[in-house]
Each structure stands twice: as C-alpha cells, then as structure tokens.
C-alpha cells in the first residue's frame, strides 16, 4: 500500500496554488478541465506496488487521471454520438469535477464509478493487478479503497455503475452502438445515486467553506436530481453550456446574488435561481422536487426539462415558455407516481 507521502502533498499544494490563484472554477481552454494535457489516459501509467494497481486520488491529476481513463475505455460506445468523444455522458462527472477542482468533492463520483468500470470488465483484463486506492491521512473510515470495500459499502451504487458499464458493453456488442433508450435510462438510475453521493460528499465539506459557498453547495447537490429526471444528456458540449452559467470561482462571504460584481448577470440569475429552487424545495417538505418529478414522467416533459436547462445556459429569456409547457405536463402526469 503506497503511503500519503509530504513530496505528493507539497506537489499538490502548489498545484491548487496556482490555479486558485487564477480565481477561477470553471474549466481551461477549449472547454477542457484544468491540466488535462498533463492527466495520462492508461492504467499503465499508475504506479505499482506489492503486486497492486495504487491510485492516489488526493492528487487532482491521478484522480482526474481515473475519468481520463474511464472515458477512453468507453469511447467506443459512444462513437455514434460525436467525433472525438464528444458524445461520450460521463463528460458530465469528468467536467464538473474541473470545475469543483478547489472544493476537494468527488472522491465517490470519481472512485465508484472507476472502480466499477474495473468491477465491469470495462479495461477487459486491463491492470493485471488488482487496483487499490490510497486512504487520506485522515478520516479513513469515511472511505472505500477496493472493488471489495467498496461493493461492501456501497452496493447500490456500484451495482448501479456496473449495470450502466454492462449495458454499454451488451449493445456495443450486439448493435456496435448504444441503444440509447435503455442506457439513459440506467445513467438516470446511476445519476439518481450519484445525486445523493453529491449531496454527501458536498456536505461532508462545507464546514470548510465560506457560508455563501455553502449556501450554494447545499443547492447544488440537491438540483442535480432535479437534472437527472430529465435524462439530461451529460456530454461535452452539454455539459460545458451548463458549467458556463453556474459560480466561476468560490464564492466569498458577502457575495450574495444576484449582486455579485464580478459574475456575469447570466451567473448572478443562474445561482439566485439554485438557491429559490432549493429553498423552496426545503419549505415545502420536497414538494417542489416531487412535482418536477411528475411533470418528467413522460417524454414530453422530460424534453422539454431538457430544453429549459439548455436555455438557463444559452437563451435564459426562452426559459419561461418550457416552465409554461412543464407546468401543463405536470397537470397531465398528475397520478404519475413518484
């Protein structure tokens, strides 16, 4: 087992430095996270010990080195959907773990689904080693390190993750292409997870953050399952219109929106929104989220929650129509159980 060793801490140290110094959340040029020119994309570049795969997901280029991974073995699956990987929906953690690049969140939503995809025979018999991941120097009983540790942990969510990771293999296998239907509906299944996770492991550090971030933390974590219902697409392109309008930088105490100086008024509506949607939810028992639910029982109303959070990033002013068109779904799909 590799130990937490002070080079790898003062590596990284200097590492978050430089780009917090740069003030900014969001991705680097082209769209892409922070680094991403410096993350490998093979397994084969992670070190080796005592006849053991060792991770260290303390560092932001070997944790964002397991998405890298990850979506290169899929890409294959999703080659129908865009060129260069574009089309391939696990953009969506790989982006937004960029953009949350100086929070320390997403050690589930990066070690879970990897694990998994190894769990999955996703690297087909690729590490001939076993993959064990390196604990923090402290708090190791918060977390899993192992396929094993982590399936006794967590069984939903890593059956979820490999059941995503089967389905992809199956229709590659039998189509040569996704079907799309059934995988949106296992990435829903594997988001509905994924949105307690990023409640948890948002929450689990916001006694280290300003209250303003965490205000916007707590709402965050609780919109992404409002995201997921709507099968929403998490892609390249898509993922990256989305990021556009949320914080691009952590916010401070005293920032308040819509009044933020330094964000845009699109960033200013977006985040003001979060934070009603989330308060509102919160007075209302989860009255709001159950009714977004119902309106997203069909495929109607799935679209157009889709359209609406592509207009929030693209034509905020359009929005209101898909809230008009929601509403009559949720009228429709009112003995829609949820």
């Known amino acids: 087992m590799a130990c937490w060793c002070l080079p ?7 590492l978050l430095v430089v780009l917090i110094t740069k003030s900014q959340r969001s991705s680097a040029d082209n769209g892409f996270p922070p680094l991403w020119d410096q993350v490998t994309d093979t397994l084969e570049s992670f070190a080796t010990q005592e006849n053991e795969v060792v991770i260290n997901p303390w560092m932001y280029l070997e944790r964002m080195a397991m998405y890298k991974v990850v979506l290169n073995k899929t890409a294959k699956y999703f080659s129908t959907l865009g060129s260069d990987n574009s089309g391939n929906m696990l953009w969506g953690l790989t982006l937004q773990h960029g953009w949350q690049l100086y929070t320390g969140m997403n050690y589930y939503l990066s070690v879970l689904p990897f694990l998994a995809a190894a769990a999955a025979d996703i690297f087909e018999n690729s590490p001939p080693y076993p993959i064990e991941i390196v604990p923090p120097a402290i708090n190791t009983m918060d977390f899993c390190y192992n396929i094993a540790g982590c ?3 967590f069984p939903d ?20 292409h996704p079907h799309l239907k059934k995988v949106r509906l296992y990435r829903y299944q594997t988001c509905d997870i994924c949105s307690q996770l990023t409640s948890w492991d948002t929450v689990a550090g916001l006694s280290y953050l300003s209250s303003s971030e965490e205000e916007f933390g707590k709402a965050w974590a609780a919109n992404v399952e409002y995201i997921a219902v709507t099968h929403f697409a998490t892609n390249f392109q898509n993922t990256n219109n989305l990021q556009s309008v949320l914080p691009p930088q952590m916010l401070k105490n005293g920032d308040t929106s819509p009044l933020i100086l330094n964000f845009s008024i699109k960033q200013n509506k977006v985040l003001f929104v979060l934070i009603e949607i989330y308060d509102l939810n919160q007075s209302t028992g989860g009255q709001m989220l159950k009714a977004w639910k119902k309106a997203m029982c069909s495929e109607k109303g799935r679209s157009e929650g889709r359209q609406l959070l592509q207009n929030i990033a693209t034509h905020f002013m359009d929005a209101a129509w898909n809230v008009l068109l929601i509403l009559t779904e949720l009228i429709i799909n009112v003995n829609c159980p949820v």
């Open 157 to 176: 969510v890593m059956t979820k993750w490999e059941q995503f990771y089967q389905v992809l293999s199956y229709h590659w296998f039998t189509a040569k």
């Open 8 to 14: 790898g801490v003062l590596k990284h140290a200097a």
């Open 151 to 153: 399936n006794s942990s």
